[in-house]
């Protein structure tokens, strides 16, 4: 199983580029996530899916878009590329029923990271 | 403001020693998840504590969950090299049903052979 998909793995840009960065999932999961990890910050909420047609802002949205057209894909759109977007950005996945728990683990992709100078 | 708080930020041991890791908050959690990173890659769940006071054992790791629901511990045995990496843990919120997680800074820990 291929699990939580991200590409690319390494990418950098100028100031003021855009860029998408692409996450799939095989999981049939409906709830998908994109986190930033900073060095020493832990992972920082930017935008969340909790299903194909609806995403919704995290802790860190500014400088940052989504959607989410099927279930399988969320992609992350930064469209006017700013040193302050240097990180390491991960897509996450989770299943969760109707009624079900919070509890439910997320499943990680492998991270792109993307340096902005 | 950081909702969960790590300690310690960095753990360096010997092979063979123990240690203990902390995750604090001022807040309620309905559940807390730990997570391990290891270098280019995503966090990977070891486990998912629920019940206020809960204790849970995979292998040499210990993790509890405190009475009232706000902080975890994970307690590690005769630690291996093989446990390097980032410990992160996660609080889910307990008034969301987004499945929305919190994350600590993580402790990142060292083990030498």
């Known amino acids: 199983n291929a699990g939580v998909t991200q590409t690319p793995k390494f990418r950098i840009l100028k100031i003021g580029q855009s860029m998408t960065l692409q996450c799939a999932q095989d999981m049939n999961h409906n709830y998908m996530y994109w986190y930033r990890q900073d060095p020493g910050m832990g992972l920082k909420l930017i935008y969340y899916?909790?299903?194909?047609?609806?995403?919704d802002k995290g802790e860190v949205p500014n400088g940052y878009n989504v959607s989410r057209s099927t279930t399988e894909d969320f992609p992350l759109r930064l469209e006017l590329a700013a040193p302050s977007q240097t990180s390491v950005y991960f897509c996450?996945?989770?299943?969760?029923?109707?009624?079900?728990?919070?509890?439910?683990?997320?499943?990680f992709g492998d991270g792109t990271r993307l340096s902005i100078l | 403001t950081q909702l969960l708080e790590q300690s310690p930020q960095f753990l360096s041991i010997q092979e063979g020693e123990n240690l203990t890791v902390y995750c604090n908050s001022s807040?309620?959690?309905?559940?807390l998840q730990w997570y391990r990173q290891e270098p280019g890659e995503g966090p990977v769940l070891l486990v998912t504590?629920?019940?206020?006071?809960e204790v849970k054992k995979l292998k040499r790791l210990t993790f509890q969950f405190g009475d009232a629901r706000k902080d975890s511990s994970l307690h590690i045995t005769a630690a291996q090299p093989g446990d390097t990496g980032l410990y992160l843990c996660?609080?889910?919120?307990?008034?969301?049903?987004?499945?929305?997680?919190?994350f600590g800074r993580g402790t990142q820990l060292t083990v030498w052979p």
């Open positions: 899916s909790v299903g194909a047609g609806i995403t």
């Open positions: 996660a609080g889910a919120d307990r008034g969301s049903t987004l499945g929305r997680l919190y």
């Open positions: 807040s309620v959690f309905s559940s």
């Open positions: 996450a996945s989770s299943y969760r029923g109707r009624g079900g728990k919070s509890n439910q683990p997320q499943h």
């Open positions: 504590v629920v019940t206020g006071g």
